[in-house]
């Protein structure tokens, strides 16, 4: 049973900082590009964050310069840093494990910036 689980949500003031986890199980880590995403009210769900399984990084234009996403193969997790967080970067947040034809989703965390 693949599972993807998701911690380190929460409220934080604006230009504040959160790390957000994901440890995964049920998969072969390593074989997986892994990324971010998330969904304010109202919108639709949006790409953050990529790492692909090779290491390269891929970043939404809204968080270029602020977010930073890395992995660790020994311990099937993938992290993303967020950095100089804005109201604008409130949603609940998706950590994706993803092949050709096969994508497995976590159940989301909220990250709420608010003052």
């Known amino acids: 049973q693949v599972q993807l689980v998701e911690s380190g949500g929460g409220l934080v003031q604006p230009g504040g900082s959160l790390t957000l986890s994901c440890a995964a199980s049920?998969?072969?880590?390593?074989?997986?590009?892994m990324g971010w995403y998330r969904q304010a009210p109202g919108l639709q769900r949006e790409l953050v964050a990529i790492?692909?399984?090779?290491?390269?990084?891929q970043f939404a234009d809204s968080v270029k310069g602020r977010f930073t996403i890395s992995r660790d193969n020994a311990k099937d997790t993938v992290t993303l840093q967020m950095n100089s967080l804005k109201p604008e970067d409130t949603a609940v947040y998706y950590c994706?494990?993803?092949?050709?034809?096969?994508?497995?989703w976590g159940q989301g965390t909220q990250v709420t910036v608010s003052s």
């Open positions: 994706v494990a993803d092949q050709p034809l096969q994508i497995y």
């Open positions: 049920g998969i072969i880590f390593r074989k997986y590009d």
């Open positions: 790492i692909t399984k090779g290491g390269t990084t």
